[in-house]
């Protein structure tokens, strides 16, 4: 089936910081990517959704110039999350879709901020 | 709107009997359906989908869920549990009609299968 990556799995980093996480696609164009966050024995949460090429869209109550997304290409999408605080601390995942509609997990990237 | 709720936070069962988790839904359209298991921090796995045909479908693990568009539910089953099974599974839906790819989670229901 089709994989999605997500680099770093993990990524530990102080307040103030900025972090971006990827996530690709390996085996086919993702027209379509989602980037959801996961708090600890939580539901995903969906935080924003971007097409190649196109702003994204993001969900009420998401702060845009907080998630930073851009997806410059079929097979890359990145999450960039802006001076970081103990709050943003969690769990981002992100979906591939491909032209089938079928979509696709990444395997998540914890994010810790100190 | 699309919502997914599963009413129960916690399913307990012993291994070798059978398990159910629960789930409804509710889209202004008709749904795509889908079950996704989570190991400790990991990402979802697909264990199925409903997209349309039989209300009986069969997946990943040995398995199924049904749909059932009068009760408007997609409840997860499989025969016969297994300690391994023990994980956080989540329902999703999809509004096909008008929700683009655009998929929902329920809160997810900690299943835990003892041997």
């Known amino acids: 089936g089709a994989v999605v990556s997500q680099h770093p799995s993990w990524v530990i980093c102080k307040s103030g910081t900025s972090v971006k996480i990827e996530c690709r696609s390996l085996?086919?164009?993702?027209?379509?990517m989602f980037w959801y966050r996961q708090f600890p024995k939580q539901s995903l949460m969906l935080m924003a959704t971007?097409?190649?090429?196109?702003?994204?869209?993001?969900e009420q109550g998401v702060e845009k110039d907080k998630f930073l997304i851009n997806h410059a290409s079929l097979t890359l999408s990145t999450l960039t999350v802006t001076s970081a605080h103990p709050e943003d601390s969690s769990f981002y995942i992100c979906?591939?879709?491909?032209?089938?509609?079928?979509?696709?997990f990444g395997p998540g990237t914890r994010l810790t901020v100190l | 709107a699309q919502s997914v709720a599963q009413p129960e936070d916690q399913v307990n069962v012993a291994e070798g009997n059978p398990l159910t988790v629960k789930c409804t839904y509710s889209?202004?359209?008709?749904?795509?359906l889908f079950w996704y298991v989570q190991y400790p921090n990991r990402g979802l796995q697909f264990l199925l989908k409903?997209?349309?045909?039989?209300?009986l479908v069969k997946g990943s693990y040995g398995f199924e869920a049904e749909f059932n568009k009068s009760q408007t539910s997609f409840h997860l089953k499989k025969p016969s549990a297994l300690v391994s099974d023990s994980a956080l599974y989540f329902c999703?839906?999809?509004?096909?009609?008008?929700?683009?790819?655009?998929?929902?989670f329920g809160a997810g229901t900690r299943l835990f299968v003892k041997a």
């Open positions: 085996d086919f164009q993702a027209t379509t």
């Open positions: 971007s097409n190649e090429g196109s702003k994204a869209t993001y």
């Open positions: 409903y997209i349309t045909g039989d209300n």
């Open positions: 999703a839906v999809r509004d096909r009609d008008t929700g683009g790819f655009k998929t929902i």
């Open positions: 979906s591939a879709g491909d032209r089938d509609n079928e979509q696709f």
């Open positions: 889209v202004s359209g008709n749904p795509y």
